[in-house]
């Protein structure tokens, strides 16, 4: 069953490079990053592990914890984790989940749930659509889910590009523009009446009818 926003994620029980998890409690009352890749020792996944090493405090600062997945065996996690620093600089201190029984990749619907026995001689190619991003919430619902090719390296600057907005936006009664970054002016949501903005936000700009714009709110 396909997985949407809003939808409960769900929890799993299964052994990663720290040892072995029940997810929701693993991820706590915090903000969640899933992330999965096709292969471990496979070129663009070496360099985005890396790159989500480098950001991981970037992730902390935001209360949110990360995780990665793929089919391969923890053993594998571990050996990769050398060449992953050789070629960006950073080793992951994250967990990384060894999702063998392809149970995980299954549950989250990257795999179809028929598919029959391990990930013993799968190939990226067999699991070229376990390639995304889910971003989780305190509440344990998805907030966010993104899924790429495998021939293009993901930018988890967006990934914490949207983080921001998700939280910003679950305290506020703001939305986020196209492009938004950190600090820029918002979106006042239409369930906010022109008194209760300005009482909220002190002040708004209206560039169209149905598009108000304000500060930021702290």
């Known amino acids: 069953m396909a997985l949407r926003i809003n939808d409960i994620a769900p929890d799993f ?16 009352d915090g903000y969640a990053v899933l992330f999965s890749h096709p292969k471990n020792f496979t070129p663009v996944c070496t360099t985005e592990l890396g790159v989500m090493a480098g950001l991981a405090p970037e992730f902390t600062r935001r209360g949110a914890k990360i995780i990665g997945i793929s089919v391969d065996p923890v053993e594998s996690h571990h050996k990769w984790k050398g060449d992953i620093k050789v070629a960006t600089g950073f080793e992951p201190a994250y967990p990384l989940i060894g999702d063998t029984d392809l149970k995980v990749a299954k549950l989250y619907d990257m795999l179809p749930a028929n598919v029959e026995g391990t990930s013993e001689g799968r190939t990226p190619a067999d699991n070229a659509t376990v390639r995304t991003v889910f971003i989780i919430g305190p509440d344990k619902r998805i907030k966010l889910s993104l899924t790429y090719p495998m021939t293009t390296g993901r930018n988890f600057d967006e990934i914490l590009r949207a983080l921001d907005s998700i939280q910003l936006t679950a305290t506020h009664q703001v939305a986020t523009p196209a492009n ?13 009446s022109d008194e209760d903005a300005t009482t909220r936000f002190g002040s708004f700009e209206r560039v169209l009818p149905y598009l108000r714009k304000t500060k ?3």
Not at 17 to 27: A, C, L, N, Q, V
């Open 180 to 192: 938004w970054k950190q600090g820029e002016d918002v979106i006042v949501t239409a369930a906010v």
């Open 216 to 218: 930021q709110p702290g």
């Open 13 to 28: 029980e299964a052994d990663t490079t720290e040892g072995p998890i029940r997810f929701h409690d693993w991820i706590g």
